[in-house]
Nanobody, 121 residues
Framework: QVQLVESGGGLVQAGGSLRLSCAASGSIFSINAMGWYRQAPGKQRELVAVITNGGSPVYADSVKGRFTISRDNAKNTVYLQMNSLKPEDTAVYYC???????????????WGQGTQVTVSS
């Protein structure tokens, strides 16, 4: 089984910074894309940023220039550095990974449990 464990959420004032981490563990053969999504109350879950195993990032327009996604393949970990946070960034942030488990023929979609990020004005 594969697990994703997130950390780093919390409460911050507008203009502040937070860094989220997500570590994948378990029976892993390889990890393809890893990313972060978020869901605010009453809204659909949306993509924040994704990064390929080669390190190419893609960002939502709303976070470009403020957020940076990175990954450490040796640690099966993805990070999200969030700067210049705004109240509209308040949401539950979910880690996502496309993982090829050991002894399985294809990749599967895994999600973390979510971590709350609250930005006060």
């Amino acid at each position: 089984q594969v697990q994703l464990v997130e950390s780093g959420g919390g409460l911050v004032q507008a203009g502040g910074s937070l860094r989220l981490s997500c570590a994948a563990s378990g029976s892993i053969f390889s990890i393809n894309a890893m990313g972060w999504y978020r869901q605010a109350p009453g809204k659909q879950r949306e993509l924040v940023a994704v990064i390929t195993n080669g390190g190419s990032p893609v960002y939502a327009d709303s976070v470009k220039g403020r957020f940076t996604i990175s990954r450490d393949n040796a640690k099966n970990t993805v990070y999200l550095q969030m700067n210049s946070l705004k109240p509209e960034d308040t949401a539950v942030y979910y880690c996502n990974a496309l993982v090829v488990p050991m002894h399985r023929p294809r990749e599967y979609d895994y999600w973390g449990q979510g971590t709350q990020v609250t930005v006060s004005s």
